[in-house]
T-cell receptor, first 115, second 110 residues
Framework: EAGVTQFPSHSVIEKGQTVTLRCDPISGHDNLYWYRRVMGKEIKFLLHFVKESKQDESGMPNNRFLAERTGGTYSTLKVQPAELEDSGVYFC?????????????FGSGTRLTVV | LAKTTQPISMDSYEGQEVNITCSHNNIATNDYITWYQQFPSQGPRFIIQGYKTKVTNEVASLFIPADRKSSTLSLPRVSLSDTAVYYCLVGDGGYNKLIFGAGTRLAVHP
């Protein structure tokens, strides 16, 4: 079984540019989550999709962040325009059922550096 | 999710047993205790979960006393590849999200 795949693994962009991160969850996992760790901080929840619907986007920092999951398969997270404080590692996770603390599978993350 | 407290860092040597204790005084009746492991440049990975007493799998053991206000993750005979950050999470999953603390950074030395 393929795991959660994230692309790119690294991205370096200039302040003000746009970046789009992609996550391919495990096939058949209806639940998809985005998390991020910014420098020196803890891993924080961003949002949760159930299929193509946003179940919880309470962790999205501001309206420069837009997450989509068209068709309920892969998801994208776009940052536009990027700011310096957006630098960090963005993780995607998927699960077959929601609510089970032991059911999350994480990708390796995308390291975003905004200069 | 219940607030958890665990050491910021620990050091060990290859072949030793490592015990990481997590305090969760406000654990609720329906809460489970779940541990994730994160290697450098990777995402967190589930390693073990328990409710009470002892749970053991191929990776670790989890010891939970009767009052459930703390738990201990035990890694037998660690190797260099066990160097990672270990997160203790406590909850019943009702929030549909994981809330990570700072975790315990374990460094295993030759």
């Amino acid at each position: 079984e393929a795991g959660v795949t994230q692309f790119p693994s690294h991205s370096v962009i200039e302040k003000g540019q746009t970046v789009t991160l992609r996550c391919d969850p495990i096939s058949g996992h209806d639940n998809l989550y985005w998390y991020r760790r910014v420098m020196g901080k803890e891993i924080k929840f961003l949002l949760h999709f159930v299929k193509e619907s946003k179940q919880d986007e309470s962790g999205m920092p501001n309206n420069r962040f837009l997450a989509e999951r068209t068709g309920g398969t892969y998801s994208t997270l776009k940052v536009q325009p990027a700011e310096l404080e957006d630098s960090g590692v963005y993780f995607c996770a998927s699960s077959q059922v929601s609510g089970a603390l032991d059911g999350y599978t994480f990708g390796s993350g995308t390291r975003l550096t905004v200069v | 999710l219940a607030k958890t407290t665990q050491p910021i860092s620990m050091d060990s040597y290859e072949g030793q047993e490592v015990n990481i204790t997590c305090s969760h005084n406000n654990i609720a009746t329906n809460d489970y205790i779940t541990w994730y492991q994160q290697f450098p440049s990777q995402g967190p990975r589930f390693i073990i979960q328990g409710y009470k007493t002892k749970v053991t799998n191929e990776v670790a053991s989890l010891f939970i006393p009767a009052d459930r206000k703390s738990s201990t993750l035990s890694l037998p005979r660690v190797s260099l590849s066990d160097t990672a950050v270990y997160y203790c999470l406590v909850g019943d999953g009702g929030y549909n999200k994981l809330i990570f603390g700072a975790g315990t950074r374990l460094a295993v030395h030759p």
